[in-house]
């Protein structure tokens, strides 16, 4: 009889795994939970996501309408302002970096440079997530022995990381750095990174942002951050979950096959944290087939094409939405009408009903992150995030976007050589 807590989760979904997979997932699995490290790893506690020079206060204005999120306070370093953005201390803060000179180099801007659509923006994308921790000399050298790398104090002073955290090299699987930090939960969260302020222009965006929100009467429909969607390529949906698991204390909810969008979705959550809204579950899509066979296969390919792109990075934001209805609409179709009234465009109507426990859709991507938003509304005692005919159509609005980026992006290239 298998005793790993991490282990004890029902399975759900219709992917079918290797065996390498479904071997290491339970060796690694009950190691961990042997070694400490699952009750040492507890929830999220933080997003990094970098902007372009002159782009965070749009950035934090558009998330603190979209989301209910609000501005705190800006933390400016020699290189960086970093805009620290809080529902409460359930939920993950945001922190919003924009580097102050854009021709500045490092890790992070050349994970974009080698991907064409990705480059039109080198120095913004999703960094990765931070995780309060118990004990972090502890979680770091049982990380080590594991062979995890992480970078050395002088890498994170002069990256202007954190100084209070331990910060996991970027994976070769999704770009995205994992960092722990040890924080009484009784603790408030304090981020080690430089001069502390409230700047009146993020101030002011921000405001603008929140009375809309109340006017348009979000405040009471939008919930925390449900779910973090991230794309790989085909060959590395199986290495990113696991070393995900490695590196987190969650276990693996399972895997749907999207057969028609040539995709499997793929989900962990948090060993500590049911509810979602306290700690977000982790989501990777990956295409079933590379895209070197799509001519002989002709099917689809928009994750692939996505990742070929932007490279593997975070895909979408999804932000919940409270059950229950607005007038004679479901709650999600009015916060969807209102965010349209205003001017937010998305990339596909509302789909999925209350008689399937589940309705979604996608903002189209964001101007200053390349993040979509997703909104989620779950009916009744629903458990889940997605039906496949729900995530088949999402998957394929998203691919028309992007694929119309990627299109615009060569007729600059060919203007450009002209």
């Known amino acids: 009889m298998n005793t790993?807590?991490?282990?004890?989760?029902?399975?759900?979904?219709?992917?079918?795994?290797?065996?390498?997979?479904?071997?290491?997932?339970?060796?690694?699995?009950?190691?961990?939970?042997?070694?400490?490290?699952?009750?040492?790893i507890r929830q999220i506690?933080?997003?990094?996501?970098?902007?372009?020079?002159?782009?965070?206060?749009?950035?934090?204005?558009?998330?603190?309408?979209?989301?209910?999120?609000?501005?705190?306070?800006?933390?400016?370093?020699?290189?960086?302002?970093?805009?620290?953005?809080?529902?409460?201390?359930?939920?993950?803060?945001?922190?919003?970096?924009?580097?102050?000179?854009?021709?500045?180099?490092?890790?992070?801007?050349?994970?974009?440079?080698?991907?064409?659509?990705?480059?039109?923006?080198?120095?913004?994308?999703?960094?990765?997530?931070?995780?309060?921790?118990a004990n972090l000399h502890a979680v770091v050298e049982l990380q080590k022995a594991r062979d995890i790398r992480f970078f050395n104090q002088d890498q994170v002073r002069k990256l202007e990381l954190p100084g209070n955290m331990a910060v996991v090299k970027p994976s070769p699987y999704t770009h995205n750095i994992v960092a722990y930090w040890e924080r009484p939960e009784s603790d408030i969260r304090v981020y080690a990174l430089g001069l502390s302020s409230i700047r009146a222009d993020v101030q002011a965006a921000y405001e603008g942002a929140k009375e809309t929100r109340a006017r348009l009467g979000l405040d009471a429909l939008l919930l925390p951050i449900d779910h973090l969607a991230t794309r790989v390529y085909s060959q590395n949906r199986e290495a990113a979950i696991l070393e995900y698991l490695t590196l987190s204390s969650y276990y693996y909810w399972g895997s749907y096959d999207i057969a028609d969008q040539n995709s499997s979705t793929n989900v962990t959550k948090s060993v500590h944290f049911e509810n979602e809204l306290e700690s977000p579950a982790k989501v990777f899509t990956a295409a079933n087939y590379p895209y070197f066979v799509n001519h002989l296969l002709k099917l689809p390919s928009p994750t692939e094409a996505f990742v070929r792109n932007y490279g593997p990075r975070l895909h979408h934001i999804a932000v919940a939405v409270a059950d229950g209805r607005t007038g004679d609409r479901a709650n999600i179709d009015y916060v969807v009408e209102a965010l349209r009234d205003c001017g937010q465009d998305f990339l596909l109507d509302v789909i999925g009903s209350e008689e399937e426990g589940l309705k979604q859709i996608f903002s189209s991507?964001?101007?200053?992150?390349?993040?979509?938003?997703?909104?989620?509304?779950?009916?009744?005692?629903?458990?889940?995030?997605?039906?496949?005919?729900?995530?088949?159509?999402?998957?394929?609005?998203?691919?028309?976007?992007?694929?119309?980026?990627?299109?615009?992006?060569?007729?600059?290239?060919?203007?450009?050589?002209?």
């Open 45 to 133: 506690d933080a997003l990094m996501i970098t902007v372009e020079p002159g782009h965070s206060n749009a950035y934090v204005a558009e998330l603190c309408l979209m989301t209910p999120y609000h501005y705190l306070v800006t933390l400016e370093s020699e290189t960086h302002y970093s805009h620290v953005l809080r529902i409460d201390m359930d939920s993950p803060d945001i922190l919003v970096r924009e580097v102050k000179d854009g021709a500045a180099r490092g890790i992070f801007r050349s994970l974009n440079e080698v991907y064409p659509v990705g480059a039109q923006k080198p120095n913004s994308r999703y960094m990765g997530e931070v995780f309060r921790v």
């Open 4 to 40: 790993s807590q991490s282990l004890a989760f029902p399975r759900y979904g219709d992917k079918q795994n290797s065996a390498f997979f479904e071997d290491y997932l339970g060796e690694l699995m009950a190691e961990r939970d042997r070694s400490g490290l699952t009750g040492l």
């Open 365 to 418: 991507a964001s101007e200053y992150s390349s993040l979509i938003i997703e909104y989620v509304q779950r009916f009744g005692d629903f458990q889940g995030f997605f039906t496949k005919g729900n995530v088949a159509r999402l998957t394929h609005a998203a691919g028309v976007e992007e694929g119309l980026r990627a299109m615009d992006e060569a007729a600059r290239n060919v203007v450009a050589a002209a």
